[in-house]
């Protein structure tokens, strides 16, 4: 314990880091927030500032005889999904950031930044909130320290990390962390009344990765405010896997047992809103298969003593987006949700104090839709839909029954299988297998899928998202492709292998011709087969694919037409993608390495 100068901090900070101390000060200084608060992560935190954020009008207390200790956000209309146009990686060098990134100058953005800043949390409390990536007793956990005016922030970075004092003894005396500093830019003057969601009309996303430094200005949506997840455990994450010789992913983690009772770890990287959080809780539906989830949305990967590739889940909490996810489709996530302690954000609230959103079993009567309005199914002129199609709930993996006990391993689970997927309508078979590593980094360097809500932007379009890495990369996309490959010729051939699905094409008629959810596990189980040697493919231009009849159909009823059209690979639709691929090698620049270019010419010339 140190007494120190911090303006508006009572008592003693617990913690006498000097060189934090003195950052604290400075910032408190700049942003002059009426109060500094240490967050210590503990219950009686929790219940009070959740009861502030009630009082204040941001939440509303869910029933608590069907939701306990549960609480609705309702954002501001304009603040409910990251802003890629407004995220930027402040690199020294401008190449360094790559072409798929917004740059700006770090000296000219922490000048313009900085007089944001100044005066931005007056009238509210800031926070200091000290958290860890990854389980506490890692060799070499990775500590932050986020300073934020949002108490809404606050108890979300509870549920998502290691939050609290022990991070903060963690990084001790004078242990290194990240900086994060966040407000929402919206100072109150003297007697002036706050509003649910005070955000600002100018939002910033702004990451130094030399630094390890990041800089959130005027959102309060997840992940532009809860500094942990996307900003440092993918951003900034990635520039020091970069530096480091480890992998910073956007990628699932499952656990998934055989019935002759073998243990396989799968990572799996689809774009946001593709499928990650459903297939992370999968149910699988063929006999004797068990599937338990280690992550849902991050993956952190490094060789082990053996050699082979570990993975760590740097989070403790799912975000997961809303809709769709119901007792059919992720029996596993409505289960999590059961035990309370769940922060929900832009759902509808039902009449008994309950949440919905579209896709939830039973449509209720009436409820109040995501924007504060009434709303019935029938709709009244203005029907839209009753929660923001990027709605999230956010509540502790530790509540999900069948969450891996794996999950709090420092070591991390080896992983046996890559897998990226998209939302493509065509083109993309159901399952292929790539025919090397370096040809699997072309395929996730070439990974294309739909938009979503999940982000700003036009929802459909299709667009390429390396290794669904796009918004979360903090570095050249180029070195990024360099590093994979550098990391394969590393791990030889203990790397685990490549797979590319598509849980999302279409028939002419429009309907999805996979299943999709619990029945991926059939797919899962070919996958199996592959890595133990059990299964022929089919080699096709694209990759190794699945014959129809090697995919168990036991007990499904979906045609064996349906199967085969899932698993086309036709030739056309493949050359048809030659020149959007190299458009896009062109415009990844210069410094993508000569191998994804080969595997480029490898396709071309298996299409002939
Ligand atoms: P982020 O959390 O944003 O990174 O997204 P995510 O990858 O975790 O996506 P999520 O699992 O939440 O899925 C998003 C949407 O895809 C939901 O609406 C799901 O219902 C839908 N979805 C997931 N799996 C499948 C599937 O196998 N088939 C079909 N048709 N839809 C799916
Ligand atoms: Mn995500
Ligand atoms: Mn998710």
């Known amino acids: 314990m140190t007494s120190t100068t911090i303006p508006g901090l009572e008592g003693q900070a617990p913690t006498d880091h000097a060189e934090m101390l003195a950052w604290i000060t400075e910032v408190a200084e700049l942003t002059q927030p009426d109060r500094v608060v240490f967050a210590d992560g503990s219950e009686e935190e929790w219940d009070r500032l959740t009861s502030v954020l009630v009082d204040g009008g941001t939440f509303v207390k869910l029933n608590e005889s069907k939701k306990p200790n549960s609480f609705l956000a309702q954002s501001d209309p304009k603040d409910v999904a990251r802003v890629e146009s407004r995220t930027f990686i402040c690199s020294e060098k401008e190449e360094d950031a790559g072409p798929t990134n917004n740059w700006r100058d770090p000296s000219e953005m922490r000048a313009h930044m900085t007089e944001l800043f100044r005066g931005s949390m007056r009238g509210r409390t800031m926070y200091v909130v000290p958290y860890c990536m990854g389980p506490l007793d890692a060799e070499d956990p990775k500590l932050g320290i986020e300073l934020t005016d949002s108490s809404y922030v606050v108890v979300s970075m509870r549920i998502m990390t290691r939050m609290g004092q022990a991070a903060m003894d963690k990084i001790g005396s004078n242990g290194a962390y990240v900086k994060g500093l966040h407000t929402v830019g919206a100072p109150l003057a003297e007697g002036e009344e706050d509003v649910a969601w005070p955000c600002n009309e100018e939002k910033y996303i702004t990451h130094f990765p030399e630094n390890r430094e990041i800089w959130s200005f005027g959102s309060g949506y997840g992940g532009n405010a809860l500094l942990g997840k996307k900003c440092f455990a993918l951003r900034i994450a990635s520039a020091m896997a970069h530096d480091e010789g480890w992998m910073a992913e956007h990628m699932l983690i499952l656990k998934l047992t055989s019935p002759e009772d073998k243990a396989y770890y799968i990572a799996g990287a689809f774009p946001s809103a593709c499928g990650k959080t459903n297939l992370a809780m999968i149910q699988p539906t063929i006999e004797g298969w068990r599937a338990e ?316």
């Open 293 to 608: 989830v280690v992550g849902d949305d991050i993956a952190w990967m490094r060789f082990g003593a053996d050699g082979r590739l570990y993975a760590v889940n740097p989070e403790f909490g799912f975000f997961g987006v809303a809709p769709g996810t119901n007792y059919s489709s992720n029996p596993n996530a409505m289960k999590t949700l059961e035990p309370g302690n769940a922060i929900y954000t832009n759902v509808a609230l039902t009449d008994e104090g309950d949440v919905w959103w579209e896709g939830l079993e039973g449509t209720p009567d009436h409820l109040i839709d995501w924007l504060g309005n009434e709303w019935t199914p029938e709709g009244d002129g203005k029907a839209g839909n009753a929660a923001h199609p990027n709605s999230r709930y956010c509540v502790p993996i530790d509540q999900c029954p069948v969450a891996a006990p794996e999950f709090n391993s420092p070591e991390g689970v080896p992983i046996s299988a890559i897998l990226f997927g998209g939302r493509r309508a065509d083109t993309v078979p159901l399952v292929s297998e790539a025919y090397s590593w370096n040809h699997g980094v072309y395929i996730g360097a070439t990974l294309s899928s739909g938009q979503t809500a999940a982000a700003e932007g036009q929802v459909g379009a299709v667009r390429r998202d390396p290794m669904a890495m796009l918004p979360f990369l903090g570095y050249n996309v180029g070195d990024y492709f360099q590093h994979w490959v550098d990391m394969g010729a590393r791990g030889g051939d203990k790397m685990p292998k490549i797979f590319l699905v598509n849980w999302f094409r279409k028939g002419d008629d429009g309907r999805f011709v996979w299943p999709g959810f619990g029945e991926n596990s059939r797919v899962l189980k070919w996958i199996v087969d592959r890595i133990e040697g059990r299964v022929e493919g089919e080699e096709t231009a694209a990759g190794i694919t699945a014959r129809a009849a090697d995919i168990d159909m036991t007990g499904l009823d979906t045609p064996i037409e349906d199967v085969e059209a899932a698993l086309a690979v036709n030739p056309e639709e493949w050359r048809r993608e030659l020149p959007l691929i190299t458009e896009w090698l062109e415009f990844c620049g210069p410094k993508v390495p000569a191998e994804v270019h080969e595997e480029f010419a490898a396709l071309k010339e298996r299409l002939g």
